[in-house]
């Protein structure tokens, strides 16, 4: 049995281990000063975007973190959640953590009338896909960005 809820500002030290976690998987690194605003910027309720971490019964420690926020679109009137973020310690995968915390971030979306929910993953991903299309639909799409100036 496993506990979701949002983080709060005694949450850090621990929401902040699962997101390094997070980014080692994806063999990447942010400044500190982007994690630590990313964590405050989640508590701050001028900003529209949220963290929330799964908590373990059985041993009262996070095992899992999301990270979502919600923005306008072009194409409908209501907005659109996006899940920038989702990890679930490796201890724990294929035990229900990461639809826990996505089904928490749909009953979110429900709850503020933004109905819509998107996010990605890499392609190598295989694990988080055999879970993505249990509880999403496959959306056909790429994504490009910007390349960082020379």
Excluded at 31 to 40: A, D, H, I, N
Excluded at 120 to 143: E, M, P, W
């Amino acid at each position: 049995m496993i506990e979701i809820r949002d983080v709060t500002e005694t949450d850090y030290t621990e929401w902040l281990r699962l997101f390094d976690l997070y980014l080692q998987f994806y063999n990447s690194s942010l400044p500190e000063e982007v994690k630590k605003s990313t964590f405050y910027r989640s508590l701050d309720y001028n900003v529209p975007m949220w963290s929330a971490i799964a908590i373990s019964s059985e041993t009262g420690r996070p095992i899992g973190l999301v990270n979502y926020l919600r923005h306008v679109s072009t194409w409908s009137t209501q907005d659109k959640i996006y899940l920038n973020d989702l990890y679930v310690d490796e201890s724990q995968r294929l035990q229900g953590v990461g639809k826990a915390l996505i089904d928490y971030v749909y009953a979110k979306a429900d709850s503020m009338e933004t109905p819509e929910v998107y996010w990605c993953t890499s392609t190598s991903n295989h694990r988080a896909q055999l879970l993505y299309c249990k509880v999403g639909v496959f959306a056909d799409k790429v994504i490009y960005k910007r390349l960082p100036s020379s």
